[in-house]
Structure formats: C-alpha cells, structure tokens
C-alpha cells in the first residue's frame, strides 16, 4: 500500500481539482440553464451554457472590485481565501486508487480538521464586509455546523472504526472484500448529506442563499468573489471524493485500474450531489437541527456501536 | 445603528435596523420593509412603499379584468391565461425564495411560454409536472408549513380578498392554492366566452373593492412578520406577494374620476 507518491502530485493535485470542478460546475449550469429556459436545442448552445461558470469567473476578475463601508478588508481577505486553501489541505489524504499525496497516519482527522477550517471561512466572509445580509450568512453557517457536524463526525469515526485505522490508506484496504457502505448504510449516508452541508450546497446552501442576495458572498466581488465560490466548487468536489475512500471501497474493482475507479465513483457521487439539489429547496437549519439532533445523531450512534461490535468479534 | 432590547429569550441584545428592498432579487418591486433584527429574529416590521408617481397605465397582471370590469368584452380564455401567468410568477419568486432555484426557473420558464401564448393542451402538459412536484413535495411542505398563518375570518377583517383568504392558512396553504389555480387556468386559456363583468377577481382578489388587493395584503403583513426568522420572513412575504403596481394604478384612478 505505502508506494511513495512523486513530488510533482503535490501540484497535479489541485489542477486536478480545479478542472474537476470546472466540470462539475459546467454540468450544474447546463441543468439550471435547462430549467430556465427548456431544453437547449443544439450541441453549440449545450457547450456556450456549460461554459458559464468560466465565463462569471473571468468577468469578475476583470470587474471593477466594489467595497462596502468600514468593511474588515484583511479578515474578509483572510475568509475568502480560506476556502480554496482549507479544501485543497483536505484533498492531500484523498488516494486516488491507492496513492495520495499524503497518506498521514492520522488522515481522517486531518481531512475533519481542515473542514472545519471552512467554518471560519465562511464566518470571515460574511463578518468581514460589514453587511448585514452577509452577517446572517456567517451566522447561518455556524448554526448549520451545529446541525451536521455531530453526526458527521460519527460517521467518519465509524469508518475508521471498521477499518480500526484513522489512516485513509488503510481505510480503503480495509474495503477490499466488502464496500463500507454496504454494511454501514446510515454512516454512508449521514456523510453524504454532510458533504453537501460543508460545502454550504445543495439543500444546504442557506449560508449563501438566494434570499440574502447571496448570503456571506453577498458583498464580495472581483478575485475575493472568484476564490470564495470557486473553493466552494473545490470543497464540494473534495467531499463528495472523500466518500470514495471512505465507504465506497476506494481503488477496488474488477478489471479496470485503481484510478479509474476512483474517478468513476468520484463522478457518480458528484452527480447525485448535483442531481439531490434539483429536487429539494433549502433546508432551514432551525428545521433540521431538529432532525440531526432527535434522528441522525441516535443514528450514528447506534451505527458505530454495531460496526465496533462485528470488529471486536472478528 | 444598534441599540439592545430584549428578544424572546429574555435575553438583552442588540437590535439592527435594517431595510429591506426596495430593490432585492425576488422580492415585490417597490416594497420596502423597515426590520428591526435581533440576531435574524424579526422584531418588528413596518412597511413602506417606494412614493412613485400615479400611473395611467393599469397593472400588468389585472389588465384583462379592470377591462372587462370597464363594460369591454373579455373573453375568459385571456383572462384565464393572465391569472396562470401571474400565478406562476409569484410561484417562482416563492420557490426561489424558499431554496428552490430549479422549480423557480422552471416556474418562470412556464409563466413566459403562457404569456406568449401556447395554446391549453400545451400549457397544461408543462404545468402538471409541475404542480405535481410542488404539491408532493415533502420537505417543501416541512420548510413552509405554520409560516405566516392566517386564518380567513382575520383575513377578511383587512380586507383580503384573493388567494390568501381562499387559503385559510400558512404559507403553505396559499402556495397550494396557488397552484390549484395555476392547473383549472392553464386548461382554460383556450376559452371564448365572454368574461362576466359583475365577478372578475384578479390574482390578488377583487378588482373593484374599496381596498385594492395588495393593499390589503400589506396591511396583514407586518403581524404575520414579527417573531418569524429571516428566512422565513422572506417566505411570508412571498407566499402573499402583493403587488405595489395596483397601489399606484388606484390612486390614478381616484385622481381621474375624482
């Protein structure tokens, strides 16, 4: 398992990332373009929506940057920057097949604790600004923390419980008869609900949402704007691929490289995400601090004492 | 701007004073709500409206029935298409509000093509889906339940007329009568008869009364808003949706006829 990872991955890997989630972003702005205005007619006009989300990035890099009053400018700097930076530490654990740029003994916690970097993140960017919309964006993504982040953890601790190794590696060598996720559905699960929720995506975009006129990016522009919602894109990516390693056997498969199996669940994960985000509004986080609280966490609890009673009698 | 007062809790907090529109994506054009927050509780809300100048024009979306109320011969189908469309359109701000950005576009999408005139058979086979997903939706219904509740009987004490009175009940409610409404219009665009002058209800109710429906709804508004979270209180404005045009359309009116 522990082959040595070349030098150079440490800069393939987030190119890696930035084109994934130029793809995925692509593919989510030919679906919304689909809604707005029905299905596109030729190929050209699939290609011109799906090269959207470049589009907003390259213009707002050339847009004239516009600044609140009394605004923090270095902790929104700080906030805005974070992102990127927090998702792409946290994708240094990720294998891809059966290498990653790190594989750290204590992985699982490393890709926790650099997730957690994106609360203060998001709480940065949306103090910094001096608004009061991007304020209750800040807000709100603490509240959601609350909500996901208990349950999350338990999740992850049960994966690394099954494979009694917080070591990605050997998480994923753990998965090689059995997939995680098969015997540990509800731990799959309540980690798939809290990668949209890290990712403030999907049903749980309400830190950014639409009703606050873009929540804690609501005053941001120009390459603060770019970072932000592009890390975004990144911090998706990357918990929607930590799923792989996870629950979902990593590497293992018949007949192809470990790569490509990597990549393929990576892609099918990717697009349940995207595909979940059409069909459910925003959760209100009052609302489902309930559910994690009363439902999800018991849950995990009682998942992670099943998974250590089969490990301690195997 | 802040001061501290106490909140629910019993807690001392601050408060922040902050405006809300006149000018916000999704939000009633010319509405402005002065807030009184503390955290993104709702305190207290008044409400405003941008002063615009009396129109000639009459509002868009109660053309065809202030014309058939004129003595005009309307035929139903105009009129029916009119009501879908502008149904559809605070569908789409409700549901754009509420988190929902595929089925507010698709709402919009709809509303354009009833508005361009697709004939019934086609109007209907684009709203049912839909409407099936909106009314089916579980999660939508957990967001927007108990939101805003308003029953008739205070209801008509205001004045209210439309929707929100044939409702009887939360935010949820008057979605769902929403959408019924979209589903028997969207089959009768297609109609000629003629539209009955003595009973034209507009999207936001009577056309003729005393109070135009919008003015109504914004008298009901900041009780159903105080207490309500931030989110929700765009959720309450949104699933009444008053529209400000009418204010300004009646004063004209009072102006011309004296």
């Not at chain 1, 989510?28 to 007619?41: E, H, I, K, Q, T």
């Amino acid at each position: 398992m522990a082959e040595r990872t070349p030098l150079w991955a440490i800069f393939v890997l987030p190119t890696l990332l930035i084109v994934v989630a130029v793809v995925v972003a692509g593919l989510d702005a030919v679906l919304a373009a689909g809604a707005r205005n029905g299905r596109s007619a030729s190929l050209r006009e699939t290609a011109v929506r799906a090269s959207r989300p470049g589009r907003e990035a390259l213009r707002h890099l050339v847009q004239q940057p516009r600044r609140t009053r009394a605004s923090d400018v270095p902790l929104t700097r700080i906030g805005t920057a974070l992102l990127p930076v927090a998702a792409t530490l946290a994708a240094v654990v990720l294998p891809l097949g059966f290498r990653s740029v790190s594989d750290l003994p204590e992985g699982i916690v490393w890709f926790n604790a650099m997730e957690a970097l994106a609360w203060a993140a998001v709480w940065l960017a949306g103090w910094g600004p001096n608004s009061a919309l991007s304020l209750i964006g800040g807000y709100r993504f603490l509240a959601q923390g609350l909500a996901y982040e208990l349950p999350h953890m338990l999740a992850i601790t049960t994966a690394a419980l099954g494979a009694e190794s917080l070591r990605v590696g050997e998480v994923v060598d753990a998965q090689a008869g059995l997939w995680f996720a098969l015997w540990m559905p509800a731990a799959f699960g309540i980690y798939l609900l809290s990668a949209m929720a890290m990712a403030f995506w999907g049903p749980f975009d309400q830190p950014a949402g639409a009703d606050l006129a873009g929540g804690a990016a609501a005053e941001l522009s120009g390459v603060d704007r770019v970072l932000f919602l592009g890390g975004r894109w990144l911090l998706l990516v990357v918990a929607a691929s930590f799923s792989v390693p996870l629950f979902l056997g990593g590497g293992h498969g018949p007949v192809l490289p470990g790569w490509a199996w990597t990549v393929l669940k990576t892609v099918v994960v990717l697009v349940f995400l995207i595909w979940i985000r059409r069909r459910i509004p925003t959760l209100r986080m009052d609302r489902y601090l309930e559910l994690t609280w009363v439902v999800l966490t018991p849950l995990a609890i009682l998942q992670a004492l099943v998974v250590a009673v089969v490990v301690l009698n195997r | 701007m802040a001061d501290r007062a106490d909140d629910r809790d019993e807690l001392r907090l601050d408060r922040l004073h902050i405006p809300l529109g006149p000018a916000l994506a999704d939000w009633p054009s010319g509405l402005v709500l002065r807030l009184t927050l503390q955290g993104d509780i709702v305190q207290e809300a008044t409400v405003e409206q941008v002063p615009t100048p009396p129109s000639p024009q009459p509002p868009f979306w109660n053309e065809p029935f202030l014309h058939a109320a004129a003595g005009e011969r309307i035929p139903k189908g105009d009129a029916a298409r009119r009501l879908c469309a502008a149904h559809l359109d605070s569908l789409a701000r409700f549901f754009a509000v509420a988190g929902w950005a595929d089925m507010a576009a698709r709402a919009g999408y709809v509303r354009d093509r009833a508005l361009t005139g697709d004939a019934a058979a086609e109007l209907s086979s684009l709203v049912r889906p839909l409407i099936r997903r909106a009314e089916r939706s579980r999660t939508l219904r957990w967001l927007t339940a108990g939101l805003g509740p308003l029953p008739a009987e205070q209801a008509r004490r205001h004045g209210v007329t439309g929707p929100a009175l044939i409702a009887d009940g939360d935010a949820h409610d008057r979605m769902l009568v929403w959408l019924d409404a979209v589903g028997w219009n969207a089959a009768a665009v297609d109609g000629v008869e003629v539209l009955d002058a003595a009973q034209v209800v507009g999207p936001r109710g009577h056309v003729l009364g005393a109070v135009p429906g919008s003015r109504a709804l914004l008298d009901v508004l900041p009780g159903l808003l105080g207490g309500a979270e931030f989110a929700c209180a765009r959720i309450i404005v949104a699933s009444l949706d008053p529209d400000l045009d009418e204010l300004t359309h009646v004063s004209a009116a009072g102006m011309v006829h004296g």
